[in-house]
């Protein structure tokens, strides 16, 4: 029986949230984080490099919700309207899905941001190790040039904290990210969680902070996605946040100060779910 943790984009507050989320789990004798395989999306490529780090639950969650032990963030602004209207703007009319992500790429390649060093700061602090785990771990990305997919792991020869970097390369908001020749903008320009690349594992929990909503056009939606694991024989569950943890998260999943009120809910949301697959 293999088990996999898809962890989808959503911010500082989203990196919160399913910190929180998982240790309620936990709290109620359903931790999830053996997982064989972890999929993690921009704030879920943190969540998922820092499960497979080593250090406990507790001390992850702490790191969340201690001003202390909390990762030096950059402030950012994210007026979900505003950055709608953007990418409309940037796609045009186009209905062609690598034309879409490219034209997301040459307008983050345009866009005036904080430098790739200063950003890179950030991640290498959010990251208790920075070396990739033992266990499988993928981290996607998006190629700003040509479109493509970019899927890391273990034996691409990139740095945990470049994969990561490039996986939570908001358009627009943070830098495209240098690996090799190439520049990489956030997973979630080709998925909001990129469900599809769980296939093969028997149990899949799905953890989104932002919702269902693919916030792109994609040619592996969030929803088709799950219906075809479930179609080929997975047990997948598909976890959003409630009333009260979208609350928390806010509407600028980007504000570190959601951190703190954004744990503290996924931790009473988590505390609540059970599983189907049961406890233990």
Known sequence: MTEALVLGGGGVGGI??????LAGLADGGQDVTGADLLVGTSAGSTVAAQVGSGLSLEE?????VDPALQAAEIMAE??????AAEIGTAIGSTADVPEVRRAVGRMALGARTVSERERRAVIESRLPSHGWPERALK??????????PRVFDG????PLVDAVAASCAVPGVWPPVTIGARR???GGVRSIANVDL????????????????EPFPSEQPLEPSVAELRARGAEVVLVAPDEASAAAIGDNALDPATRRPAAEAGRTQGRALTLPWGRG
């Open 16 to 21: 919160a949230w399913l910190t929180g989320l």
């Open 155 to 158: 034996t691409s020869g990139v």
């Open 198 to 213: 769980a296939a093969g594992a028997d149990r899949v929990l799905v953890l989104v902070p932002l919702g269902t909503t």
């Open 60 to 64: 992850l969650y702490a790191r969340q």
């Open 184 to 186: 990489y903008v956030d």
């Open 78 to 83: 994210m007026d979900l309207e505003k950055f």
């Open 139 to 148: 981290v996607v990305a998006v190629d700003a040039e040509s479109g493509e």
